[in-house]
């Protein structure tokens, strides 16, 4: 083990002792409104919520409980009560159609859904719809509303956890690090969705080695702008503050009107992002400028920002271009990294003691943005591509792999998947990358695109990432996206979507002339 606590939820109960009055979660609704909860109050809201999944809904160690919602802060508390019980949570992501998270709901075997009052109607049509049109999802027992109005007939969460008593003591077995913490979907665009499953020690072990590597102490906040129901809005800025006994900042959604603003307000070192956000906090930029505004809000300077400390990007693809225009613009440094689902979170990272030379070399030189080098939880290789389990050396491009002690436990009932998955003993991520050695032996990693995306022209394999990468060069290009097409010569051909700056004067003869280039 390389935590030394015995549970996940022995934390928030730890830091209740020790500093009651810190906050630890901040939290922003979508009309700004803002609340805040010290340890000690946190901690007892979670005591009574697990009295309540325990007593009232007769959730037990071992069950699963899917949540319908987003980003409140009941939210964050249910999530620690269930594991507080020895339960794992199985968070819906709501973007995705009613037949899939049918089918996810049914697959995670969850006793009772936990639905935000604005998806109550959705949910019950996915919960009860006719099987014949892939719907229903008959294990479910119980919908709770989470929201502030009580929408009968579903119980309301804070009406029935509201005066409960503050300490929860099961006359079950105790959980363990070995626990299932969160079941979470992989969503492919084809397919049956595969439930990752994560323990609590998965949890804790990836918090503590971003903790480490990102030198996140007591005394910082994080902020998260980015869905709980995804492992990097739980992982990075919701579990790694509080294994350190620091605060967090979490927001209904990432708002560029707002997101300077909160961080100079709250005081936030640290924000977790996807490199969609920098896109829009440049254009946010760009507006503001236009206006003859500050770039960073209305009534917000830089100096205002003194004690942010630089961005983590990851869980998308970071261009190099836009890397570059992201830390010209605003002077930020961003950490960039990788890691799946699969992974817990992230498996590596730029270094933070790189110079401003060696940060930029290693985001512009490559052709790609480098991912970094493996944190303290796991090794990190690159293997042929054909599963053979064969290494490669430096600057060879194959399939990046990880193993450790963040690695999931598996995907729910899927032995085939596992097998194929772990087929040498590594996790096989499915991304192509290579990687290179600096100076202290260090390996920096790269990732150049999905193995099951690249384009087979005639045999030769083109990374979408590559071509994209020479798209955003074009002054006026805003978006520029390869996809492979049917061909008749060469089995599929290079094609690419582009969407122009406002203004721009690019036609396709220009595109094609620089990509020849």
């Not at 209904?252 to 829009?280: C, D, K, M, N």
Request: aromatic fraction near 10%; glycine fraction near 10%; charge should be negative.
């Amino acid at each position: 083990r390389k935590v030394p606590y015995p549970t996940l939820p022995h934390l928030p109960s730890m830091h209740a002792s020790a500093t009651p009055d810190m906050p630890f979660l901040i939290h922003y609704d979508a009309d700004g409104r803002r609340e805040s909860f010290t340890y000690a109050e946190f901690n007892a809201r979670v005591h009574q919520t697990a009295g309540y999944l325990y007593d009232d809904l007769g959730v037990r160690r071992g069950d699963r409980v899917a949540t319908i919602a987003y980003n409140p802060s009941d939210t964050v508390i249910l999530y620690f009560a269930c594991w507080l019980i020895g339960a794992a949570v199985a968070p819906q992501n709501t973007t995705e159609d009613d037949r899939r998270i049918a089918f996810i709901l049914r697959n995670s075997e969850a006793v009772v859904c936990f639905v935000r009052s604005e998806f109550l109607e959705r949910a019950e049509q996915i919960i009860n719809g006719d099987p014949t049109d892939g719907l229903g999802a008959p294990n479910i027992r119980q919908i709770i509303e989470l929201g502030p109005q009580a929408n009968y007939p579903y119980p309301n969460f804070a009406v029935e956890t509201a005066h409960r008593p503050d300490t929860f003591i099961s006359t079950d077995e105790r959980p363990t690090l070995d626990d299932e913490a969160l079941l979470v979907y992989t969503s492919g665009t084809t397919g049956a969705p595969k439930g990752v499953v994560l323990t609590q020690y998965n949890l804790l072990v990836d918090a503590q080695g971003i903790a480490q590597w990102q030198g996140i102490t007591g005394n910082q906040r994080m902020m998260c702008v980015l869905p709980i129901h995804h492992v990097n809005g739980t992982v990075v800025t919701l579990i790694t503050p509080l294994l350190v006994g620091g605060s967090t900042v979490l927001n209904r959604a990432y708002s560029s009107h707002h997101f300077w603003e909160r961080i100079a307000r709250e005081g936030v070192h640290v924000v977790s992002v996807v490199p969609t956000l920098l896109q829009f906090c440049l254009d946010f930029a760009d507006a503001q400028e236009a206006a003859g505004r500050s770039i960073w809000g209305d009534d917000i300077n830089k100096h205002e920002l003194r004690h942010f400390r630089h961005i983590i990007c990851g869980a998308g693809t970071l261009a190099v271009t836009l890397a570059r225009a992201f830390e010209a613009r605003f002077g930020i440094p961003i950490l960039h990294g990788y890691g799946l689902s699969e992974t817990t979170c992230y498996s590596c990272f730029l270094p933070i003691d790189l110079s401003w030379d060696e940060h930029r070399r290693w985001i512009n030189d490559y052709g790609y943005p480098s991912i970094g080098c493996p944190i303290d939880p796991n090794e990190m290789a690159i293997f042929s591509a054909d599963g053979s389990g064969q290494p490669l050396g430096p600057g060879e491009r194959g399939e990046i792999c990880v193993r450790g002690h963040n690695v999931m436990k598996g995907y729910f009932q899927r032995p085939d998947a596992n097998a194929e998955t772990f087929r040498f003993g590594w996790f096989r991520s499915g991304d192509e990358g290579f990687y290179e050695v600096d100076a202290q032996g260090r390996t920096f990693f790269f990732i150049t695109g999905r193995l099951k995306e690249l384009i087979n022209r005639g045999g030769v394999k083109f990374s979408p990432f590559d071509i994209e990468e020479v798209l955003l060069e074009i002054p006026g290009v805003k978006v520029g996206l390869a996809v492979a097409f049917k061909n008749d010569y060469y089995g599929e051909e290079v094609g690419a979507y582009i969407v122009l700056n406002q203004g721009a004067a690019v036609d396709a003869e220009a595109v094609l002339a620089h990509c020849r280039e």
